[in-house]
Every structure is written in structure tokens, then in C-alpha cells.
């Protein structure tokens, strides 16, 4: 499908891995010119010579930084602007959760969920806004489930959540007619993470398929399977997209069928 980035220039942030990388991709693919910044910068460098090769050094642009730094993340938008002179998408991809319940949530980590979660958001809409204000260009933030649909184990990221999903309907009302925000909400997506607990499993007989299948089933998931970065990738090209010019303040889900509300 051609979401028809031809000429565009897109942010991606968290972008050396899973939903991140595969957006990064799908941009590229796509037509655009591509600048992405995430902290571990072995990586990131491993990813960008990767990603030269494949489109052209010309088309890709990697920094190592952390999105909680202020400074560098209005840098890294200075660079964007020197480096291809517009910005048309900014892809907010904050990080994974924390598993806890309430009594075991220690302070500091209500502060440290609640700062990624907000900042993450806040840092890169701040520093890109010129940008895409001249473009009349478009935010989409990477936001999970847990926003609407609270899971008991992971307390402090749902509450998060839900603060980030205020966020964004707010922003996609101040920043209009020149600013679309919208947001995907992801259910259970084939990530590092779940990779990590599937090596750590009890039974090491049980084949990675019957894990996540088990893992879909205990879920409930309706289509029976976990998703996969590149769907998610779908749904955020397609938000970012003309195709979706008359759409803001809006959710799409990325769940399988997860949701239980209306």
C-alpha cells in the first residue's frame, strides 16, 4: 500500500526497535526521509548503516538521546531542520510498562512511569511543533490499551496511560486547524519484551507458537493471536497519511479484538 510520503520527512522516536523500527521501515518504504533517535546507540548505529544500505545514507537520520532530555531533543530537531528542512509526521513511541500492582508501586516509581510517559510525549511535540505547524503536518503518539482498559498488574502505566490519552485530545484541539494528533492504543504486539518472558518459560519443551497462542487464549484475545510491529506500523502510516486529513483527536485501536469497552 502507498501511504504516499513522497518528498515528507518523518520523526520517529524510540525508532532502533520493534513498533518503532518497523514504522521507521514502512516510512521509508513509503517515500519519506526518515530521522529516528533512541538511547542505546550501539544499536541505533547498527540499525542506521542498515537502513543506509537499503534506502541511502541521503534518506536516514539516527541520534542516540534520551526523549527525557530537554535540550537534546530540541538539538536533534534543530539537526532535522538543517539536515532535510521540514518535518511532516512526529512518531511518539514511548517505552514499555511496568508490571506492579498499587502496594508494590514505591514513589519514585509513580514519578519515573509518570515523567516517560508525559515527557516522552511533551519533549517531541514541543520541539517539532514549528515544524509541522508550517507543514500542516501531523502527530501520532504510540499509546497502549491500558489507557481505557486498566489491567490490575500494571497499575502505575495504566494510570499513565490514561494521562498521556488526556494529553493528546487536548493537544489535537490546541494545535487544529494546523496539527492532526491522533494515537494508536496496542494491545499485546510480538515485542523484546514478550520474546524475553517467552525464554524464560517454565516449560522449555513448548514451542514458541504454542507459547503465544496459549498466551493469546489466556488473554482472550478474539483473533487469537498476538500482534505484530509491521500492523502496527500500518495503523500509525496511516494516521500520520493524507489519507487521513479530516481525522484528529482521535484513537485506533491495535488490539486483536482485546477491547471490552465502547
Not at 516509581?109 to 510525549?121: H, I, N, T, V
Amino acid at each position: 500500500m502507498d501511504y504516499g510520503y513522497g518528498d515528507q520527512v518523518a520523526v520517529v522516536t524510540g525508532g532502533s526497535s520493534g513498533i518503532g523500527l518497523a514504522t521507521v521501515r514502512l516510512l521509508l518504504d513509503s517515500g519519506a526521509n526518515v530521522a529516528f533517535c533512541a538511547r542505546d546507540e550501539a544499536r541505533l548505529r547498527a540499525v542506521e548503516a542498515e537502513l543506509a544500505a537499503a534506502f541511502g545514507a541521503g534518506r536516514v537520520l539516527a541520534r542516540a538521546l534520551s526523549v527525557l532530555d530537554e535540550a537534546a531533543v530540541k538539538a536533534f530537531a534543530g539537526e532535522v531542520e538543517a539536515t532535510f528542512g521540514r518535518c511532516d509526521l512526529l512518531v511518539n513511541n514511548a517505552g514499555q510498562g511496568r508490571v506492579s500492582t498499587f502496594a508494590e508501586t514505591a514513589d519514585a516509581d509513580w514519578r519515573a512511569e509518570y515523567e516517560l510517559k508525559l515527557f516522552s510525549q511533551i519533549y517531541p511535540a514541543r520541539a517539532f511543533l514549528p515544524m509541522l505547524k508550517a507543514s500542516k503536518g501531523a502527530i501520532v503518539a504510540v499509546n497502549s490499551l491500558l489507557a481505557y482498559q486498566p489491567e490490575p498488574h500494571m497499575v502505575c502505566t495504566s494510570s499513565a496511560r490514561a494521562g498521556v490519552q488526556n494529553l493528546l485530545k487536548s493537544l489535537s484541539v490546541e494545535f487544529a486547524p494546523h496539527v492532526r494528533v491522533n494515537s494508536i492504543l496496542l494491545g499485546l504486539v510480538d515485542s523484546g519484551q514478550w520474546n524475553r518472558r517467552y525464554d524464560a518459560r517454565e516449560d522449555k519443551t513448548q514451542s514458541r507458537a504454542d507459547w503465544y497462542g496459549a498466551l493469546a487464549a489466556r488473554k482472550g484475545i478474539p483473533l487469537g493471536r498476538l500482534g505484530n510491529p509491521a500492523e502496527a506500523a500500518a495503523a500509525i502510516a496511516f494516521l500520520g497519511s493524507r489519507a487521513a486529513s479530516y481525522i484528529t483527536g482521535a484513537q485506533l485501536e491495535v488490539s486483536g479484538g482485546l477491547s471490552r469497552h465502547i
